[in-house]
């Protein structure tokens, strides 16, 4: 299992730091923000060490996902976020892939979010779709 010897999440991992685990298995680990933006805030990792979501393996990739689903279902949030950030402009702090699972019990509690939509046309589309794909 790669891991860092400098990640803060690797050593939660490892239990060499404390956290408020909620979930374990062979791949996967989860457990409660420390700065939540609302009550239940979680976070689901891959014990894989990497910063960004390309630099996980997809077996372990593939088990995060239920996971956050049985936090949303155990802590009962109707409504909340999931979130990955990748690179620093993009909101990442910590170096080691996470999802935040982040109830939204109300306007001012969870994630707000600024959607700053562009303007495009149906040729802009079209030409970004066929560069995409021909990468894929
Ligand atoms: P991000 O900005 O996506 O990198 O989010 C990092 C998250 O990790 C923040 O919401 C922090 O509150 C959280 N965090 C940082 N250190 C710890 C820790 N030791 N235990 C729990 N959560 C942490
Ligand atoms: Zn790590």
């Known amino acids: 299992m790669a891991s860092s010897a400098a990640c803060i999440f690797c050593k939660i991992v490892?239990?060499?730091?404390p956290s408020f685990k909620l979930f374990e298995s062979d791949k996967v680990f989860a457990f409660l923000d420390i700065n939540p933006l609302s009550k239940?805030?979680?976070?689901?990792?891959p014990k894989h060490h990497g910063a960004k979501l390309s630099d996980i393996p997809d077996d372990?990739?593939?088990?995060?996902?239920?996971?956050?689903k049985k936090l949303v279902l155990a802590t009962g949030a109707e409504d909340y976020n999931v979130l990955q950030n990748n690179g620093r402009i993009a909101h990442q702090e910590v170096d080691h892939v996470h999802f935040h699972m982040i109830p939204k019990p109300n306007e001012k509690e969870g994630m707000g979010i600024s959607w700053p939509q562009q303007k495009t046309d149906m040729d802009g589309l079209k030409v970004l779709l066929a560069e995409i794909k021909s990468k894929m």
């Open 14 to 17: 490892k239990g060499d730091i």
């Open 40 to 45: 239940g805030h979680a976070l689901v990792i």
């Open 60 to 68: 372990s990739l593939a088990a995060l996902l239920p996971v956050v």
